[in-house]
């Protein structure tokens, strides 16, 4: 049996260097492997839960689509689609939420956090984990790769599924979160104490996927450092050159020891050179591949082909549940 791996991303802000390197160039190993089948999707009911500009939505959700293509997801190999193309979800969500306390949906770290101090927040933004868990539950995934952030969201899911198994008869296969090393550790370039994150609000520490290589080379040479003009791996003591470390050893391939080696003590200027010419390269590469993604007209081919696939899976799976729950 293959293994089935299925993430999503939720398409508020840009794609970051860290999604790259956290989530997508992983999903693209795990695509690789024959024994894997995997599903990649944009989260965009997700991203509803807060207010989106309609049009910015719309186009950013195929942008999120044909950058996963440029990234390296084969179309060929993975089903990548648009979660609201697959009207089956919402349905098996809402059966989820019927079997889901309202105590554990309220006690979800990220829910506290985005609705602390609000006075509206939406009802969405607390049933956000179990839409998350009808992502998961529907295909029967063995395999979740998040960030750290998303951990609990996937354990959700699994006490979910674990609880109408035992009430309703096996439905489900309980599903494992993978959370990837290099996801937690891509830091801000500007504070290397935070995650980079689409959303964040000072640019110059964030590299999006659509900045210009100029940029990239700039942002990387102005990222913060200590002051000990020594090249070496101390995550705590050198939180902004571990950070460029570990960008450079995943766009390299190389290990981080090696990399340390040759520029030990050559001081950050020339280390930040290579680090700069390492990832503006490469997003120039990916670039090239976006733009002849999204001009090649085959975006919607791509789309049908993945839509199939995820709708007729979450169409078995919903009949099933419906079954079992005493629905017609
Ligand atoms: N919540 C994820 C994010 O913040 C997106 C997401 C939605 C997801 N459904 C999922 C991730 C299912 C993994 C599996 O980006």
């Given at each position: 049996m293959k293994k089935r791996i299925l993430t999503g991303l939720k398409p508020t802000g840009e794609l970051t260097l860290g999604n790259y390197i956290g989530a997508i160039s992983q999903m693209v190993e795990l695509s690789n492997d024959e024994n894997n089948e995997v599903y990649l999707f944009v989260a965009d009911l997700h991203a509803?839960?807060?207010?989106?500009?309609p049009s910015t939505l719309r186009e950013r959700i195929k942008k999120f689509i044909a950058m996963y293509i440029a990234c390296g997801m084969d179309p060929e190999?993975?089903?990548?689609?648009?979660?609201?193309?697959?009207?089956?979800?919402?349905m098996i969500s809402w059966i989820l939420e019927c079997n889901t306390y309202y105590g554990e949906a309220s006690r979800m770290i990220q829910?506290?956090?985005?609705?602390?101090?609000?006075?509206?927040?939406?009802?969405?933004?607390?049933?956000?984990?179990?839409?998350?868990?009808?992502?998961?539950?529907?295909?029967?995934?063995?395999?979740v790769p998040v960030g750290i952030d998303q951990k609990q969201h996937v354990e959700l899911a699994r006490d979910i599924a674990e609880r109408f198994n035992n009430k309703y008869g096996k439905t489900f296969k309980l599903p494992e979160p993978l959370i990837s090393k290099e996801g937690i550790k891509i830091k801000d370039l500007k504070d290397p104490s935070k995650k980079m994150s689409k959303s964040e609000?000072?640019?110059?520490?964030?590299?999006?996927?659509?900045?210009?290589?100029?940029?990239?080379?700039?942002?990387?040479?102005?990222?913060?450092?200590?002051?000990?003009?020594?090249v070496y791996?101390?995550?705590?003591?050198?939180?902004?050159?571990?950070?460029l470390l570990n960008i450079a050893s995943v766009i390299s391939k190389r290990s981080i020891d090696d990399i340390a080696n040759e520029y030990k003590a050559?001081?950050?200027?020339?280390?930040?050179?290579?680090?700069?010419?390492?990832?503006?390269?490469?997003?120039?590469?990916?670039?090239?591949?976006?733009?002849?993604?999204?001009?090649?007209?085959?975006?919607?081919?791509?789309?049908?082909?993945?839509?199939?696939?995820?709708?007729?899976?979450?169409?078995e799976k919903m009949i099933e549940m419906k079954k079992k729950v005493g629905l017609n």
């Open positions: 509803l839960t807060e207010y989106q500009d190999k993975v089903s990548i689609y648009i979660q609201s193309d697959n009207e089956y979800i919402p829910f506290k956090e985005k609705s602390k101090g609000k006075e509206n927040f939406t009802v969405g933004l607390l049933t956000y984990p179990i839409l998350m868990a009808a992502d998961i539950l529907y295909c029967d995934a063995d395999l609000v000072n640019p110059n520490g964030v590299i999006s996927l659509f900045d210009s290589p100029e940029i990239v080379s700039k942002k990387i040479m102005g990222a913060t450092t200590d002051s000990e003009n020594l791996y101390d995550e705590e003591n050198k939180p902004g050159i571990s950070n050559s001081g950050y200027g020339n280390f930040k050179k290579y680090v700069a010419s390492l990832t503006s390269n490469m997003i120039n590469d990916i670039q090239g591949k976006y733009n002849y993604i999204i001009n090649s007209g085959k975006l919607e081919e791509i789309l049908n082909k993945g839509k199939e696939n995820s709708r007729k899976l979450a169409y």
